[in-house]
Nanobody, 124 residues
């Protein structure tokens, strides 16, 4: 199976930027579509962004498009989430996920492997 570990979550002030990383191991990373999800306190896990096997296609939650950017470096077996102009409502545990398929997906059930998450807190 694929193992995923997220890095980079921390406390930041509103308006600041943060980049999360997800390191993958196990199966061939370059064959997996990858995604980011998040779960805020008291809310369900929601889709954030996804990227296909090559990095040539990406998708975002409508409310985050233009502010968040997903990317990947297959040579490093790593996927990234760049988060800009952060808001208090972005506070959540952010999870990295991988599919046993090469294309993008927006639903939790489309992903087969999950990291344990990294906490992002946006507060002044």
């Amino acid at each position: 199976q694929v193992q995923l570990v997220e890095f980079g979550g921390r406390l930041v002030q509103p308006g600041e930027s943060l980049r999360l990383s997800c390191a993958a191991s196990g199966r061939t990373f370059s064959s997996n579509g990858m995604g980011w999800f998040r779960q805020a306190p008291g809310k369900e896990r929601e889709f954030v962004a996804a990227i296909n096997w090559s990095g040539g296609r990406a998708d975002y939650a409508d409310s985050l498009m233009g502010r968040f950017t997903i990317s990947r470096d297959n040579a490093k077996n790593t996927v990234y989430l760049q988060m800009n102009r952060l808001k208090p409502e972005d506070t959540a545990v952010y999870y990295c996920a991988a599919r046993d398929y090469s294309d993008i997906g927006r639903r939790e059930f489309e992903y087969d492997y999950w990291g344990r998450g990294t906490q992002v807190t946006v507060s002044s």
